[in-house]
C-alpha cells in the first residue's frame, strides 16, 4: 500500500509524525502478536491432561469430532456462551467462588466489564465436558442453564442465580425439584406448531432441549450416577461371568429355569443393565471405538451403553475399559492415574487404525482453538473506527493503518474459510451460518478493490461494517449447534454447493456492499459536509457497478438454483419461498439498472434504491425462512425476527433521511446540488457508463 | 395509433413498472403461501392473468392484482417490441441483446413448460416391474373385462366426468353407470363389529366392511385429495347393484399409509387383513362375463418397463439424518432390445425416452424394516420438452451480463489509469 498516500483529496493532509507511526505500527503488532500466541504457544495442562482430553475423536450428529466441538456447540446451545465462570461478584462488593458467595446469601454477578483487575477462574469448553462427563454431580453444580424469561423463571420458583448484563444462569440443582412443572408445560408445548409458539413456550423449548443436551452428555461417558464406573464394569463383567457359568452348570446337571429362574439368576446383572439400557436409549454421543474401528468407517463408534450392553464376559472392548479408567480417577480426583489412563487410551486409537480419525480431531480442535472469524471481527472493527478518524481529518496514517489491519484481518478470515472447507471436505456455504461467514468475506474483497481504486476510505468502510455485522451474524447463529453438520442427502452435492450456493451468496454480499456504500453516500451526505461532489460522484460509481456485479451473481446463482432443482425434483422453477426470495433480488438489481438508464432516478435515487436493497436481500437470506414453509427452509428462527424487523426499520429510516429535501443536507445546503440538477447522462434504454 | 402502442410496448417505463409488480406479486405470492398453502398460492398468484384478493399475514385484503401469467407475457412483448425498434447490431449494445434474448428464452421455456410439463409418480417395491405411471392428483374409473384369452378390455372414465355425475354410458360396457354420490375427498372408516355403524352405504363389496365419509378439500402440500364415489350399474333389464369405489382402494400410497396406522393401533395381521379387505376386488357379470371395476389414480402407460431391484436409505450414523436414498432399477425396453439396470438418487435423475425419473420418496432402510414391509421406492416421472431452456437462458444471459460490465469495467479502469 506504499502508493496509498499520494493520491485523492485528502493526501493534502499533513504528512504523517513520529507518535502517529508509533501509535499505529503499535496497534498492528498488538494484533499480530496476539494472533502469533494463539497460533504457537501451547498452554500446558497443570493437572489432568485436559488437552490431550479436548483432541479426543468421538461421533456425534453423524460426524468424527473431537471431544472440544462436542463441548464447544453443547456449551453454546445451554449457556450461549463457552466458558463457565467460576468466580465474580457477591452482595455488597464481595468477590470470591460462587459457593463462598452463596453462603453469604444475595444475588451473584459476573465479573463486569470495567473489573480490569479481576481474572475469575473459569471452566473452557473442554473442562466443562470433562466435569459433566466425568464428575456429574460437580457439574450439576455450575451456572450454565441461561432462563431469561420471567414467566418460565416464576414457573420454575427460581431466585438469585447467576447475572451477566441481564441474562440469568441457573444451576441444575436449582431447577431439580420443579422438573414436574416443566415437564407439563413442554408436553402442552409439544402440540402447539412452531409458528404458532410464544415466546414463554419457545423459552419452554430452549429449556427442555437445554436440558436434554446435558442428559446426553451425561451420559456418554458412565451411567450419570456411577460412583467409580471402572470397579462397577469389573462388578458387571464378573456378574455376566457367575451367571453364565451358573447357568451352564444348571443345564449340565440338565436343570429346567422357568422364567423366574432365569430373572433371579440375572438379577444382579439386571440391576447394572437397567442404567445401560438407558444410555443406549438416548441420543449420546457415540463414544466407543470397536475393536480393528480403522477397517469399519463411521459404523465402528458406538454408544456406551450399546456397547455395554453387547459386550459380555471376555469381549469387552479394551477402549471400554480405558474410558471407565479415565471416568473413575477422573471423579476420584487423581491426576496421575487419568493421565496415564489417557495416554492408553490415545495410544489404543492408533493401533486400532484410528489415525484419520485423530488427526481430524487433532485439526478441529486447533481449529476451534484458533477463533479465526472472532479475531477477525475485532481487527474489523479497529479498522472500521481508524478510518473514521481518517475521515474526521486527522491523518492518511490511519486510512493506511486501517488497510493493514483490514488486510491481516482478511487473512484470519480466509484462512479460517479455508481451514472450515478443508475440514469439512465442502465448497465454503453449507449452511446459514456459512453463508454468513462467506457473505462477510466477500463483501471485505469487493471493500479492498473499491479502496485499490478510489483510496479514499469509502471501501474499506464498507468491507469493515459488513464483515463485522456478518461475522456478528454468523456468531449468532452459531448458538443453535454444530455448524459442521452432515448434509442431508438432497445437499449432499459438492458441485451445486459449490456453484449454486457460493455465487447465490456472492449476490447476496455485492447486495449489501451496494447498501452499505449507499449508506455511507446518505449519512456523510446529510450530518457532515464532507460528501463534496467528487466523492458523491465516485460513491455513484461504485454503487452502479457494485449493483452490475449482484445483477450478474444473482441472476445466474438463481438460475442455477433452479437447474439444481431440475436435477433432484423435477422441476426448474417452483416458486417455493428461497427461489421466490433469491428472484426478488435479481428483479430489484435489474429494476434499480433500468431505473438508471431510464434516467427516473439519479444519484440519490440510486442511493435509496441500494438501501432498499438491503431490506430486500436481508428478507431473501433470513425472512422467508420464517415463513416455516417450503422446501428450502433450513432452520426456522424466531430471536432472529426481532433484529430482522430492526434492520429493516433502520433502513427505511435510512431511506426516509435520505429523502429529505436537499436544503436540510448539512454537505449541500450552502452548494449548489451536485447532480440532481444535472440532465440524466446517456438516453432512454440504453446504458450509462459509469 | 399504431405508433403509440409500438411507443407504450416499446418503452423502458413499462419495463420498470412490470419489474416492479413483479416484486410485488413474488413478495405477496410467498407471503400468502403461509396461509393458502404452497399449492393453492402457486396456481392463484402465478399462473393466472390476474389475482382477485390476496391473503397476507392471514389478513385477507381485496386488492386486485396483475397475475404472473400477464407480468410475464407483456414482459415478453415489451422486451421484443424494444428490441425491434431498437435494433442495433454493435459490439457495444451486444451484451444488452444477448442477456434480454436469453430472458425471452427463459420466460417462453418457463410458459411452455406450465404449458407442456406433465408430472406423474412410479411407485413400486423391490422386486416389482411396472410399465405405467401414475397421477399424483387425479384418479380414474376403471372398468376391464376379458377381451379374450390374452387381452383385456378397459374402460377407463376420468375424474373429472365422475364429478359431473349423471349417467354415463360406452360402447363396450353393456350397462349404464349412474353416479348417485360423489366426493373429491373423504375418509375410509373401518366398520368393526360389536359397534354401533350406521348403515352401510350399500351392501356390496367394500361398503359392506367400510364406511366412507366426505372431508373437505384440502390444499396442503403434504395431504391429498382421495376421491370416493357411490356408482349404480343398470342394464336394460334393471340395477345390477349398487357400489362403493373409492381411490383408498386402489392408491398404494394410501393403502401403505393405511396399514402403517392400523399396523400401530392393531397389530400388523389385523392391519393386512383390513387392508385386504379395503383394496378387494369389486366386480359384476352382465351376460356371462364378469367386469371389474376400481377407482384407481389415472396411469400413463410407457412402452418399456421399470423394475426396482434395491432401495436404500442410508443415514448418518447414530442420527436420523438422511445420508442417500438410492433405487437400483433396471430398464426394460423390447422393441429396442435393451435390458439394463441404472441407480436413480438425489441428483441424479435418470433421463430416458423423452422423460426424466426423480428419486422422490422412499420407503426402505431401517423403519420399514422394524415395520415388516418390502422396501419400496417412488420416483417422480416429468416430461418437460423444455427442460433444456435454462439451461441454454443461463449461459446466454451470463455472457451477455459479462460482457456488458467488462466494457464497463475496461474503460473505466482505463480512463482512471489514464487520469
Known sequence: MSNSSSSNSKSAAAQPRGWRVVVAWTLILVFVVEIA???????????????????????????????????????????????????????????????????????????????????????????????????????DDRYIFVINHPDLRSLLKLEGGLDKSGLHFYRFNDITDRMKELRAEVQRVAKIEATQRTPFDQAVVKLDNAFGLYFRLKNTLQPQDSKDFRKELDEYLAAVKSARTEAQERQSRGEKMDREAIDQLLAPVQKLASRYEVMARIDAPLIVPLPHAGDKGHEAWHRMGDALLEATGETMPESVKLLAGMASAYQAGDVAKFNQEIGSYQGLLKSEGLIKEVTKSNQETFFNQLLAFKRSMYMYIVAFLLVLLYWAGLNEIWRVTAMRLLLIGFVIHTSGLIFRMWLEGRPPVTNLYSSAIFIGWGAVVLGLVLEKFFKDGIGLVVATCVGFLSLIVAHSLSQSGDTMEMMRAVLDTNFWLATH?????????????????????????????????????????????????????????????????????????????????????????????????????????????????????????????????????????????????????????????????????????????PSDSQPPSGGKGVPVEA | MLDRFVKIFSSLRLTVVLLALGIILVFVGTVAQADEGLYQAQERYFKHWWVWGVTMFGYKIPMPLPGGYLIGTLLIINLIAAHIKRFQFTTKKLGIQLTHIGIILLLVGQLTTDLFSHETQLRFSEGEGKSWSESSMDYELVLTTDADSNSEKVVAIPQSVVAQGGEIKHLDMPFTLRVKEYWRNSEPVFRAPMQQNAPPLTTNGVASSFDFHQSPVTHSMDTKNVPTAVIELAAASGSLGTWVVSGWSADETMLSGVRASYSRQMGREMAESLVTRLSGNQSVNVAGKSYSFVFRPARAYKPFSLTLLKATHSVYPGTDIPKDFRSRVRVQNPSKGEDREVDIYMNSPLRYAGLTFYQYQMAAGEMAAQSGETPSSTLQVVRNPSWMTPYAGCVIVAAGMIIQFMIHLVGFISRRKAA
Open chain 1, 37 to 139: 500466541t494463539a497460533l504457537f504457544v501451547k498452554r500446558a495442562d497443570k493437572g489432568f491432561a485436559v488437552s490431550a482430553f479436548a483432541r479426543l475423536p468421538l461421533v456425534f450428529n453423524g460426524r468424527v469430532q473431537p471431544m472440544d466441538s462436542l463441548a464447544r456447540n453443547s456449551l453454546m446451545q445451554i449457556r450461549g456462551i463457552t466458558e463457565v465462570p467460576l468466580e465474580g461478584n457477591g452482595v455488597d462488593g464481595a468477590w470470591g467462588s460462587w459457593e463462598e458467595l452463596r453462603a453469604k446469601g444475595g444475588e451473584l454477578a459476573e465479573r463486569k466489564w470495567f473489573q480490569f483487575s479481576k481474572h475469575p477462574k473459569k471452566l473452557k469448553p473442554a473442562d466443562w465436558l470433562l466435569e459433566v462427563m466425568g464428575n456429574p454431580e460437580q457439574a
Open chain 1, 501 to 673: 450456493v457460493v455465487v447465490i451468496t456472492l449476490g447476496y454480499a455485492s447486495t449489501f456492499v451496494a447498501g452499505f456504500l449507499a449508506l455511507v453516500y446518505i449519512l456523510r451526505g446529510v450530518f457532515t459536509k464532507t460528501l463534496t461532489s467528487v466523492t458523491a460522484k465516485s460513491l455513484s460509481r461504485m454503487v452502479y457497478g457494485i449493483v452490475c456485479f449482484s445483477t450478474l451473481f444473482s441472476f445466474v446463482g438463481t438460475v442455477l438454483g433452479g437447474i439444481w432443482a431440475d436435477q433432484s425434483w423435477g422441476r426448474f422453477w417452483g416458486w417455493d419461498p428461497k427461489e421466490n426470495g433469491a428472484l426478488i433480488i435479481v428483479l430489484w438489481n435489474a429494476l434499480i439498472l433500468h431505473l438508471r438508464w431510464g434516467g427516473i432516478i439519479r444519484e440519490r435515487g440510486l442511493m435509496n434504491c441500494a438501501i432498499a436493497g438491503n431490506i430486500v436481500t436481508s428478507w431473501s437470506w433470513f425472512g422467508v425462512n420464517m415463513l416455516g414453509i417450503g422446501l428450502h427452509s433450513y432452520g426456522f428462527m424466531d430471536a432472529a425476527f426481532v433484529w430482522l424487523m430492526l434492520f429493516v426499520g433502520s433502513q427505511l429510516a435510512l431511506i426516509a433521511i435520505g429523502s429529505l429535501p436537499l436544503s436540510l443536507w448539512r454537505s449541500f445546503r450552502d452548494v449548489k446540488p
